[in-house]
């Protein structure tokens, strides 16, 4: 269902201090012990949507560690797998957004700028990337965007520790989000620990 992603988004987090494990979204159902970040990239998960909203309890996981304040990164399919449903099928409920299937084809590169500080960005970082989706979502921002590539206003979502944005980055052309997006989820992994 999240089958695209680049190879160096994983080398950075590792090289960042993280512990990068693979959770496969229609089989796994709880996230591993100890996880204090997700990052959910592209992908197909339409094809999916039945299969991932049935798996309720990874679902809730998702929800439960957004919600304590993990930092979570989504992508296109991770934002759709974010949203309250996906064509009626219900998903993760972490962001205030619907999505569905559109036949118009969304594709092109995208230089950006970041209009909210996130885990990933301060607010004011640019940053290259593209997008590639037949989806929509309703609404298309948050309160606190992710966002702004054109006129047409902003996009995505930024809440807490949660960014999920249609935009897909290759961090290797923008590090700092791997150091930035680790020194997150340590935070959370020492706040949990206080607890």
Known sequence: AFTFGYAETAELLTAAGAEVVTVDPLRDSALPEGTTALVVGGGFPEVHASALSANVGLRTAIADLAARGGAVAAECAGLLYL?????????????PTTTAMHPRLTLGYRSAVALTDSVLAPAGTRVRGHEFHRTTASPAAGPTPAWQWNAEGPEGFVSGNVHASYLHLNWAGSPQLASRFVAAAARVGVLGAHR
């Open 83 to 95: 949203s309250q449903e996906l064509d009626g099928e219900p998903m993760c409920g972490v962001l």
